[in-house]
């Protein structure tokens, strides 16, 4: 009879992935980002374990929105107070936080539960070329 495979944390080895964000399709590149977090691309996947590897995305501010999206996609966050909804756009956005357009779209497409909270902590998304993260030594993975 055979069993059923489970991951357990502690024999999961995490790798470094260093991707580069320019011209790439915003929902395309954080399908693949979230598909690394969530380890779905190794054979040892376990829905229930934090199988994946760690992702550090460069050149946040050079995505692409395709169709009109940079002028109709928005985000919003509310204060807590009446009124207090909050919308800014996609082009607003990725000139003041740019990090923070790959980082909600990435969050969007991992479980919404402590384990997705726990892998959107190893997305680590820079504006420019340049990450502090050279001595985990990365590998560069191309999309």
Known sequence: MN??????????KKDWYVINAEGQVLGRLAAKIAVILRGKNKPLFTP??????????????????????????NYAHH??????????NAKTMLEKKPEDVIRLAVRGMLPKNILGRKLIKKLKVYKGSEHPHKAQMPKEMSL
């Open 48 to 73: 229930h374990v934090d199988t994946g590897d760690y992702v550090v995305v460069i050149n946040a501010e050079k995505v692409k929105l395709t169709g009109k999206k940079l002028y109709q996609k």
């Open 79 to 88: 204060s807590g107070y009446p009124g207090g909804l909050r919308l800014i």
């Open 3 to 12: 069993k059923t495979f489970f991951a357990k944390p502690e024999e999961v």
